[in-house]
């Protein structure tokens, strides 16, 4: 399995008890979803291992306590703090309409209603109050928060997302006086 074929799911952040667990930190929108995972894959060095479950509490916002397989004392788990957890893209279930993942448009061409063309998604910006739909434009970053009516259309075949910005949102930041 490569990084490629998966998607982020979060980080180990920190040390749950003595007796090997840990927290995991989920950059997902509904942690609950994961309470049933039998197994995940940590970036150990740049290879991803296989580490399978034992158990999982949810805790709160978006965090669970997890037990490894293997892992049964501090020092063990101390070696996993802070390691990146994936899991295969094929796990994950197509979305259709105006929904997406964020790691699922990196790369797509960004059509606005009324700019036309503002660059290639380069980063989705995952801020609590509000993310952010990151592009190039005319050599300049353009940052558009994600909004419900942001993305009026996905083109998954052709790699394009069509957008109705804020108005006067582009202007901003392509105007000569910025």
Request: glycine content about 6%.
């Amino acid at each position: 399995m490569t990084i490629k074929d998966c998607f982020y799911l979060g980080k180990i952040a920190k040390l749950h008890g003595f007796k090997g667990e840990v927290s995991l930190f989920l950059d997902v929108t509904n942690p609950s979803d994961y309470k049933d995972l039998e197994s995940v894959y940590v970036d150990v060095d740049g290879v991803l291992t296989p580490f399978f479950i034992e158990s999982v509490k949810l805790k709160n916002k978006n965090f669970i306590a997890v037990k490894f397989q293997g892992v049964n004392d501090e020092n063990s788990a101390q070696r996993l703090l802070k390691k990146s957890l994936y899991l295969p893209e094929e796990i994950l279930p197509n979305l259709k309409g105006t929904q997406f993942y964020d790691h699922e448009i990196i790369g797509f061409k960004v059509l606005d209603d009324v700019h036309g063309d503002i660059g290639e998604v380069e980063n989705v910006i995952d801020l609590a109050a509000n993310p952010l739909l990151q592009t190039i434009c005319k050599g300049k970053e353009v940052l558009v928060p994600i909004f419900d009516g942001l993305v009026q259309k996905i083109d998954r075949k052709n790699k394009i997302l069509y957008i109705k910005a804020p108005e006067g949102l582009i202007d901003l930041y392509l105007s000569d006086s910025i």
